[in-house]
């Protein structure tokens, strides 16, 4: 049984951070691109970033040269690192794997808000 389990959303002011993580079981992870997406009520699910199978990486334009993913292969992981939040970075952030499946995380929110 495949499992994603996201953590480290929370409540932060702009300008902060916050580190998302997600753990990968029931699947040989390092086959598998990992990404990270968020949605907001009403709105489509976005892709904010992206990383293959040999570590390259892709990011939306709203989020280059602020978040950071990376992933771990020994610890089946992959991580989301957020600096300078900013309020529109506020929304449920879901955690993705697809190899020839896709499978989500339960989501994590996240709420930039002084």
């Known amino acids: 049984q495949v499992q994603l389990v996201e953590s480290g959303g929370g409540l932060v002011q702009p300008g902060g951070s916050l580190r998302l993580s997600c753990a990968a079981s029931g699947i040989t992870f390092r086959l598998y691109i990992a990404a990270w997406y968020r949605q907001t009520p009403g709105k489509q699910r976005d892709l904010v970033a992206s990383?293959?199978?040999?570590?390259?990486?892709k990011y939306a334009d709203s989020v280059k040269d602020r978040f950071t993913i990376s992933r771990d292969n020994n610890k089946n992981t992959v991580y989301l690192q957020m600096d300078n939040l900013k309020p529109e970075d506020t929304a449920v952030y879901y955690c993705?794997?697809?190899?020839?499946?896709?499978?989500w995380g339960q989501g994590t929110q996240v709420t930039v808000s002084s």
């Open positions: 993705n794997v697809n190899l020839f499946n896709d499978y």
């Open positions: 990383i293959t199978q040999g570590f390259v990486t």
